[in-house]
Every structure is written in structure tokens, then in C-alpha cells.
């Protein structure tokens, strides 16, 4: 934690004193330093420790914090870091291919006190660029994509969800779909058709194991499109022979029904990533961006307000763009808090974790003449 010391010294000849001027703060008025707001942040939204957890450890090391103080300070961080935030939004909906998601998080509800509304985050992914975009919404109605893509042209990648299906943008969408959630289907068909369930599995398996090869071969995108229809494309016609074979043979209601089903119901977004080496076989990704929300729900339950709620979706986009980047979150954040109160506005792209580059120490404190 930094220290910051100001010295004081009477002038002669009783000519007032001279003080070390205070460094600038990220909070105008305020007293809490970069180094603390950024450890408040990363434990909430990277170690999932509530406020109140966290009162109790500053307590035990001789600091008083309240609620109220944690909050406000809270909400005085996301307000300067709103503006990167807003790049990062610009950065993602550039991009040519997304993953998407969305999970839910309970919301106290003002209308009616003590009850919850089930919101949702909405997550967006740029595998290329490095970067994740959480949008709050507090529905999962196709309204909330609708809003965040109207302007996004490219390959998008999603589970099953309708929502995504009917997107009504200004861009040209070409759907993907997800390999792993299929895979779930046939996973969950194994007590109720062992036989038929385990041929899809082995068929999956060998998809992935021929994924697994390119990547250990660390070969670039050209290659890997090649390398696909060299190897996954024969494997997936006989996926797609087999399940038109067997969906007059399985009953519409039982597990192994559904996930022929919803396979062949999605087939031709399945099979879709083969087509570009940038593209993924599924949505994993953005799973493990998600992983974090659903682990804080455990801890600190719900979001106060629903502007409380988007406030969160952007410290979960920093921290998750931080570590798909390998970065130090703690790190990161104490640098940017220290820097963009006096960051050229044009320039805030360099801000974000992909780009970051960590600046020197700040400078001690001049000393500041006073009568």
C-alpha cells in the first residue's frame, strides 16, 4: 500500500511554511490512492471477496472503512474509468468474429424491497483481439444483443439460443454454433442410449483431437482452415449421415432424441468453423471469461441496483481482457488509476491490457510555498 509523506518546514524570519504538495488522486477530493482502489476492485471482481469481507481485513490491519466508503468509492472508480471502457466496446464490435454468452445475476429490485430481479450479462469475446465486453441488461430478451451488435458485420458464435438466430442489425451476421454444447446433449443421452450417445462422443472426440494437434503444431490460420478440411471434414459427413439414420429411430422426447435434435438443428452452423482457421470449434472461451461471475455470485449474492450491475459488467470486461492477456490485474489497475485522470482522450486504446505497458514510479511530491 502506498504512503505518501508531505513535509512541512517553517521558514525563516517567520515567513510561513513550505509543504510537499499532495500528488493528484484518482477520486477528486478523495483520499484513497490508486493502489487501494485497485485492491478494493480486484478482490471483489477477481477474488470474489465481498465489501464486507473485505472491512473485516482493513479492520484487522488498523483501518476503519465502511460500506458506504467501499461503494462510493466504487462508483467513483467505474465513473473514471467509464471513457476506456467505452473504447473497449468500439474495440470489440470491430472485430470480425465474436464469441457471445450470456449469464444471469440476481439485481435487488427498488420497486419492491427484498426481492431480486434476474438480470443478465451479456458477454461478448474477440478471440483475435484479446479482448471481452460485459453489457448488463435486465432481461435476456433478444433486445439486449440486438442493441449491443447493430452495428457489429462479421461471424458470430453462440450456444443454441434463439435470441440469436433473428438478430435485426444494420450489419451482415453469419451465425456459428458451439461443439462443446452439442457435445453436452449426447453426454447427458448416456443413460438413456449408451450406444447411439457414445458413436456421437467418439466422433467429437476425434474433432477435438484433430484441434488439439493444430494447436500443439502452433500453425497459423491458413493452415489450420487446410488442416481441417483435410481431416475434420470427412469425420463430420459421417456425423451428419449418422444422425439423419437415426432421428426417425429415436423418440422426439428422450435425451437422445433432443440431442439429435438440436445437433441436426444446428448442423450447418456447426460445421461452419471449418470454413476459417480463426475461427473456434466452440465456445469455450468465453465460458472460462464467464467463469468469474458465476463464482462471485456465490459469494456476494446479487447487485445492488442495476446501475450497479453495469458497473460490474465493466470491471468483469478489464479482468477478464486482463487475463486472457496475461496481465496482473492489480497491476494494471493501479497504473491506469494513476494514469487516465491526465490521459489524452484520443489515446486511451493504449490504456486497455492488450496494449498496456506499464509507466515508471511516479515522482515524489514538490515542496509547495505557503504563507
Not at 82 to 105: G, N, R
Not at 336 to 364: F, G
Request: hydrophobic content about 35%; overall charge positive; glycine content about 4%.
Amino acid at each position: 500500500m502506498r504512503k505518501i509523506i508531505r513535509p512541512k518546514y517553517a521558514l525563516a524570519e517567520n515567513d510561513g511554511v513550505t509543504i510537499g504538495e499532495l500528488p493528484s488522486l484518482p477520486i477528486p477530493k478523495g483520499n484513497a490512492g490508486a493502489s487501494i482502489l485497485a485492491h478494493i476492485m480486484v478482490s471483489k471482481f477477481v477474488d470474489h471477496l465481498p465489501y464486507y469481507r473485505q472491512i473485516q481485513i482493513y479492520k484487522r490491519q488498523g483501518l476503519e472503512l465502511s460500506d458506504s466508503t467501499l461503494n462510493g468509492w466504487f462508483n467513483a472508480t467505474a465513473d473514471l474509468l467509464s471513457p476506456l471502457y467505452d473504447v473497449l466496446e468500439k474495440e470489440v464490435l470491430s472485430s470480425d468474429y465474436l464469441q457471445a454468452d450470456e449469464s444471469p445475476i440476481g439485481v435487488q429490485d427498488s420497486h419492491k424491497k427484498g426481492t431480486l430481479h434476474t438480470g443478465y450479462q451479456w458477454v461478448y469475446r474477440s478471440p483475435i483481439k484479446g479482448l471481452v465486453l460485459f453489457k448488463y441488461h435486465h432481461s435476456r430478451e433478444q433486445k439486449a444483443p440486438n442493441q449491443v451488435l447493430q452495428t457489429f458485420t462479421g461471424s458470430l458464435q453462440t450456444d443454441g439460443y434463439q435470441a440469436y438466430g433473428s438478430l435485426k442489425t444494420k450489419g451482415k451476421i453469419t451465425l456459428l454454433a458451439c461443439m462443446a454444447h452439442a457435445r453436452r446433449y449426447f453426454e447427458k443421452a448416456l443413460n438413456n442410449d449408451k450406444d447411439k450417445a457414445e458413436v456421437m462422443l467418439l466422433q467429437i472426440q476425434r474433432l477435438y483431437e484433430i484441434e488439439r494437434n493444430a494447436r500443439e503444431r502452433q500453425i497459423n490460420f491458413k493452415t489450420r482452415e487446410r488442416y481441417r478440411k483435410l481431416y475434420a471434414r470427412p469425420v463430420l459427413k459421417e456425423m451428419e449421415a449418422w444422425l439423419i439414420e437415426n432421428s426417425p429411430k429415436a423418440l422426439p422426447k428422450s435425451a437422445i432424441g433432443k440431442a439429435i435434435a438440436y445437433t441436426l438443428n444446428l448442423w450447418q452452423k456447426l460445421v461452419r468453423y471449418v470454413e476459417d482457421g480463426k475461427y473456434e470449434i466452440d465456445n469455450n472461451l468465453i465460458e472460462n471469461a464467464i467463469r468469474p461471475l458465476a463464482l462471485g455470485r456465490k459469494n456476494y449474492l446479487f447487485a445492488g441496483s442495476h446501475k450497479a450491475a453495469q458497473r460490474a459488467a465493466m470491471m468483469y470486461s478489464f479482468f477478464a481482457t486482463c487475463k486472457v492477456n496475461n496481465i496482473n490485474p492489480l497491476d494494471w489497475l493501479t497504473d491506469i488509476l494513476n494514469r487516465i485522470p491526465e490521459h489524452k482522450a484520443n489515446k486511451l486504446a493504449e490504456l486497455l491490457p492488450k496494449d498496456w505497458k506499464k509507466q515508471p514510479a511516479p515522482i515524489s511530491p514538490k515542496i509547495k510555498h505557503q504563507n
